[in-house]
């Protein structure tokens, strides 16, 4: 089983700043792509950036340039660093994880996600 909990979500004004975090631990053996995605109510839940284990990054369109994706292996841990944020930035984040369990099971796991608003 993998566990992932998210932090640093609040509520910010037009053009400010957040970094996300998301620590996943539990039966880990390895950690692939980890990513964060984003649903705002009545809307689907969204892509908004991965990264492999690799350091490739993969981001949507609407936050190309202004978030940045980063992980430290060490800690098992996935960043999201928002910049320039915008009002329709506000939504629910989860962090996203495919893992390897020490029994050998590939899974992917979500975090209990965490509220941005932006808004003044």
């Known amino acids: 089983q993998v566990q992932l909990v998210e932090s640093g979500g609040g509520l910010v004004q037009p053009g400010g700043s957040l970094r996300l975090s998301c620590a996943a631990s539990?039966?880990?053996?390895?950690?692939?792509?980890m990513g964060w995605y984003r649903q705002a109510p009545e809307k689907a839940r969204e892509l908004v950036a991965t990264?492999?284990?690799?350091?490739?990054?993969n981001y949507a369109d609407s936050v190309k340039g202004r978030f940045t994706i980063s992980r430290d292996g060490a800690k098992n841990t996935v960043y999201l660093q928002m910049n320039s944020l915008k009002p329709e930035d506000t939504a629910v984040y989860y962090c996203?994880?495919?893992?390897?369990?020490?029994?050998?099971?590939?899974?992917?796991?979500w975090g209990q996600g965490t509220q941005v608003t932006v808004s003044s």
């Open positions: 539990g039966s880990i053996l390895s950690l692939y792509t």
């Open positions: 990264i492999t284990s690799g350091g490739s990054t």
């Open positions: 996203n994880a495919d893992a390897l369990s020490v029994r050998f099971t590939r899974m992917t796991s």
